[in-house]
């Protein structure tokens, strides 16, 4: 196996355990609000908080993997939120919650931009499309998982139990990733120069710091970070108050709450598709048509099953329809991350955090509207009315974004080549 099939399968892990760790609270919720005595509107705070502080870190994080390399900041991010994953299971009061919810959600934010560094360094430029599917389709499978675990778990130690074991995981992960992997692949001990340059040439880190001047002024950066706002406010859903909305709107049992795994593992499917569908696309009809095609395609069919989640009056129908529209919005975001390196290329990992930043504030939005929204209705289907807006608004978004118009475009990028490969050219 070729070391950049090991460092995606690393990538992969790393995506279960955030989402094992993520969606943990949303399996435990229920049951957290009868211990705590929390109201719908106070946990869409408790939701929200992770995605406020998970915002407020992913620009940080990306620059900082940027100028020092995603092993060591991954190595530190993903200690740093398995201590507050198992802080959880201790917690009493409310104030208190809504602490340790906060700083976990500080060390989650680093994973995805840094991860996109190692996907820049790491795969061939033809692949990140499918290496994108990979990543996200694993991190479905860790929240497919979460609530396998969690439920039994509850059952029979009640809720506090599955934060303390979902820590460990992480501090597992940390450890291996450190001793083993390299940013570069020159580095590598183990790997081939044929292998180098079939990742091809590596762009060294930037460490004059992002032109976000330039980058602010560049249409391309709007028209991404909108998309993952409008996307990101529906998928926040699925990760705060799907295991809520089954059990107030639909009656499941705790039990039942097995079955919410469904929505995860169509997810997991739709990532993986979605991502070789769109290098296949972006092969045969271009960069900019196959990047169009897959993103309004996934946005539409998620909105036409949110419209059916609202007309269902049947518990397992409207698990089934959001299950299909959940799928709509994963088949999309292997593309949309491909995007972001598209476009932001030497400054990839800061890219991909602000379009993370901006599109977590949209979660927090979401998470604290939907507990409002249902409450002041009485009808926990009356919160995806806006979801179905803004789906609609990403849809234009798509329509009009070009991912060949470069961020960065005016400034000539630096090139490495590893010295091997430069010695064998030199040599020729």
């Given amino acids: 196996m070729k070391q950049h099939h090991r460092v995606l399968g690393m990538l992969a892990g790393l995506s279960i355990v955030t989402y094992l760790d993520r969606v943990c ?6 049951a957290m609000q009868d211990s705590l ?11 929200g908080v992770f995605f406020l502080s998970y915002g407020l870190f992913e620009i940080p994080t990306g620059a900082l993997g940027d100028r020092i390399g995603p092993r060591r900041v991954l190595t530190r991010i993903v200690l740093w939120w398995s201590a507050f994953t198992s802080l959880t299971a201790f917690v009493t009061t409310y104030p208190l919650l809504l602490l340790v919810r906060f700083c976990f959600g500080a060390g989650e934010a680093g994973a995805y931009p840094n991860a996109s560094i190692v996907i820049a ?5 033809k692949n990140r499309a499918r290496a994108w599917g990979i990543v996200w389709m694993t991190s479905q499978i860790g929240a497919a998982l979460s609530p396998v675990i969690v439920v039994p778990l509850q059952m029979r130690y009640g809720w506090r139990a599955s934060f303390m074991v979902f820590g460990i995981l992480g501090v597992v992960w940390a450890a291996v990733w450190s001793w083993w992997f390299r940013d570069r692949p020159h580095e590598m001990p183990g790997i081939t120069e044929e292998e180098v340059r079939d990742i091809g040439t590596e762009r060294e880190s ?3 710091g992002v032109p976000w001047a330039e980058a602010l002024r560049s249409p391309s950066l709007w028209y991404m970070t909108g998309i993952s706002v ?3 406010y529906v998928f926040g859903f699925f990760q705060a108050w799907l295991q809520t909305y089954l059990v107030r709107a639909h009656g499941f049992t705790s039990a039942a709450l097995m079955l919410s795994s469904v929505p995860y593992v169509v997810g997991a499917c739709a990532n993986a598709v979605g991502g070789v569908v769109t290098d296949r696309l972006v092969h045969r009809l271009g960069l900019r048509a196959g990047r169009r095609i897959v993103g309004m395609v996934g946005l539409s069919v998620a909105v036409v099953f949110l419209v059916a989640t609202i007309f269902t009056t049947s518990g397992l129908w409207a698990l089934v ?4 529209a959940y799928a709509g919005i994963l088949a999309q975001q292997p593309n949309l991350c491909a995007l972001a390196l598209d476009v932001g290329r030497r400054h990839a990992g800061a890219v991909f955090g602000f379009g993370n ?4 504030m949209a979660s927090l939005t979401s998470s604290v509207a939907f507990g409002y929204v249902a409450e002041y209705f009485g009808n926990y289907n009356a919160p995806f009315v806006p979801m179905l807006a803004t789906l609609s608004l990403g849809i234009y978004f798509w329509s009009r974004v070009d991912p060949e118009r470069e961020i960065f475009a005016a400034r000539p990028e630096p090139v490495f080549i590893a010295p091997a490969v430069a010695a064998d050219a030199h040599s020729a």
């Fill in 357 to 360: 930043m901006a599109s977590q």
């Fill in 25 to 30: 609270i949303a399996v435990a919720g229920p």
């Fill in 37 to 47: 005595h929390i109201s719908p509107q106070a946990w869409g705070w408790v939701t």
């Fill in 321 to 324: 329809f959001l299950s299909l």
């Fill in 230 to 232: 409008c996307y990101v």
């Fill in 121 to 125: 360094r790491w795969i061939p430029a």
């Fill in 206 to 208: 930037v460490h004059g």
